[in-house]
């Protein structure tokens, strides 16, 4: 640039401060093209938190299959969300309970279960998924008392080194697949002599947060004992349970575990996969038993539930 032309843009920038008018136009101008700039980047983020939102997913549907169980009675929760979005736990008694994917008439449905605890004061209770939340409503199931009479080498609740840690880890056994389809079967066919969730009286003696777990089947030493469903044989043991003796406990799948115990004989082995009705062992008079019978009980995530319910009308 020339010094002719350096002299010419110095009286024009000099003149440009001595006029206030074109200064302002210039700084409106400007003001102008920040304030565009502006509600772009707003209009923008305000776009991005739709998008956001919008992926929210959809709302729940929730089925009880009872909305009033009595105590000791299993419910089914099912649910149906979007494929995508791995459910929540349900929620109850202070426990958490693990929902399984089944495929079904319009997508994926996923149900998980849980029991009413027999010792549980009957009235409303909350169950949670999520942010959802409902209620049932629990009734007595007026179990009965019974008085029985042990002698001093039996009237105990005395375990061998290992047992109860053996017993707890197969009531705590939740594996994905489900096993069985349709109601349970009896294990025995003899006829039952103690049903499930009564208190007991011991030697003149109420037993205190003590319920029957089970049902006991009364048949002579030796006669037969069969899976009540399909599944994995958990334990098998033969000697050395000192309070439950001989005993079989089958994995039914998604938390859902039966017992069989006093056995004369274990007929599987542990690992084995057996079919309903299929003979597992006989029926016999170890471990804490004032004479011969089966012992026999079902576990859903670790809670005792009533076995009546289960070959009435399994879920």
């Not at 707003?42 to 549907?61: F, I, M, N, R, Y």
């Not at 115990?261 to 170890?286: D, N, P």
């Not at 011969?292 to 005792?304: G, R």
């Amino acid at each position: 640039m020339s010094n002719n032309q350096l002299r010419s843009e110095h009286r024009r920038f000099q003149s440009f401060l001595r006029n206030p008018l074109l200064k302002l136009q210039i700084i409106g101008s400007l003001l102008v093209t920040a304030s565009i700039a502006q509600g772009a980047y707003w209009g923008c983020l305000h776009a991005q938190e739709e998008t956001v939102s919008s992926s929210a997913p959809a709302p729940q549907e929730v089925w009880f299959s009872s909305e009033k169980p009595k105590q000791g009675e299993t419910v089914e929760v099912e649910l149906r969300m979007p494929a995508a979005v791995p459910p929540p736990p349900v929620e109850f008694n202070k426990e958490s309970y693990k929902f399984f994917p089944f495929q079904a008439e319009g997508g994926t449905i996923y149900k998980a279960l849980f029991t009413v605890p027999v010792v549980m004061k009957p009235g409303a209770k909350s169950v949670k998924i999520g942010s959802t939340t409902r209620n049932i409503t629990v009734l007595d199931a007026h179990y009965p008392v019974q008085r029985m009479t042990l002698p001093p080498s039996k009237n105990n609740f005395n375990t061998a080194p290992g047992e109860e840690e053996a017993i707890d880890g197969a009531k705590g056994t939740v594996s994905a697949e489900r096993f069985w389809k349709g109601n349970f079967q009896a294990p025995s066919a003899a006829r039952v002599s103690a049903g499930f969730g009564l208190r007991r009286i011991v030697n003149g003696k109420l037993l205190d947060d003590y319920f029957h777990s089970g049902l006991d089947f009364a048949g002579g030493i030796g006669s037969p004992v069969a899976a009540c469903a399909p599944g994995k044989v958990l334990l098998a043991v033969s000697k050395g349970f000192k309070l439950h003796g001989n005993t079989v406990a089958i994995d039914h799948g998604q938390g859902v575990v039966s017992f069989y115990i006093h056995l004369s004989k274990v007929l599987v082995k542990e690992g084995q996969m057996v079919k309903q009705g299929e003979k597992i062992g006989a029926i016999g008079q170890t471990g804490r038993a004032n004479g011969p019978h089966l012992h026999f009980s079902i576990y859903v995530n670790k809670v005792a539930s009533t076995p009546w319910q289960w070959f009435r009308k399994a879920h």
